[in-house]
């Protein structure tokens, strides 16, 4: 090998290194926009996050009072077997803990979650929440329902 072609070798591999660092930082920075946006969302859908005047919160409000009944909605202490409209799932603990947080954002009145947070507050790398639920299609159906681009709630 002739040192002209060492050299564009070795240029070549400088190049590529410096492409695959700049493409790891863009790919921190897509993740830190995800979570600040997931956590600005979960303020805004916290109780008391929305101003009162605002399409959002009338809708809402409009919703919770169209609310079903708990009893549409059962789960063990663990979330592991769900119930909802009479249909029982077993779930992985992984998917558990999806519900459970969905449920708990329904029980406070603000159903929508955005995926992003879920997949952070469940220490989850995947990049799709219905990933999670690939092993089990009908409960993400029967469970899940998606709301907005990056948003879902318990489908009650």
Not at 68 to 91: C, K, N, W
């Amino acid at each position: 090998m002739s040192a002209k072609q060492r050299t564009q070798m070795k240029e070549n591999n400088d190049r590529l290194a410096r492409e695959k660092d700049d493409l790891a930082a863009l790919k921190e920075l897509r993740d830190t926009i995800h979570k600040k946006a997931s956590e600005a969302l979960w303020v805004l859908m916290s109780p008391g996050g929305v101003p009162k005047d605002d399409k959002y919160s009338k809708r809402a409000t409009s919703e919770k009072a169209q609310r079903p009944a708990a009893s549409d909605f059962r789960h063990s202490e663990d979330y592991m077997v769900v119930t909802i409209h009479g249909q029982e799932f077993r779930l992985t603990s992984v998917q558990a803990q999806v519900i459970e947080l969905l449920h708990q954002a329904y029980e406070k009145g603000q159903p929508d979650l955005g995926s992003a947070l879920i997949l952070e507050k469940i220490e989850r790398k995947s990049s799709r929440l219905r990933d999670i639920f690939r092993s089990r299609p009908s409960a993400w159906k029967a469970l899940v329902r998606i709301t907005g681009r990056g948003l879902v709630r318990l489908n009650l």
